[in-house]
């Protein structure tokens, strides 16, 4: 289950991005408690091709509802685990 807020996810090489869950996020379902199928992330460290479709104007640092199978393309790519955000 996720908390409201989590820490930034570090993938091994280096790469880090918010990824968040709840009914205050752009998420869906938009609940408290998942499990969920689209997620909020937000402030990758470096620009990350797989998720510009999804980002919301104006400050394009933020991006909703992205599928968790993206989510777990981002994490694949940059050298993460996958259990770095489900904890």
């Known amino acids: 289950?996720?908390?409201?807020?989590?820490?930034?996810?570090?993938c091994a090489d280096g790469f880090s991005i918010s990824i968040q869950a709840s009914r205050g996020h752009h998420c869906f379902p938009k609940s408290d408690v998942g499990p969920w199928t689209h997620f909020e992330l937000g402030f990758p460290s470096e620009v990350e091709e797989l998720i510009l479709p999804y980002a919301i104007p104006p400050t394009f640092s933020i991006y909703g509802r992205v599928p968790i199978e993206i989510v777990e393309a981002v994490?694949?790519?940059?050298?993460?685990?996958?259990?770095?955000?489900?904890s």
């Open 1 to 10: 289950m996720f908390s409201k807020v989590k820490r930034p996810v570090r």
């Open 75 to 86: 994490i694949r790519k940059h050298r993460g685990t996958g259990d770095e955000w489900k």
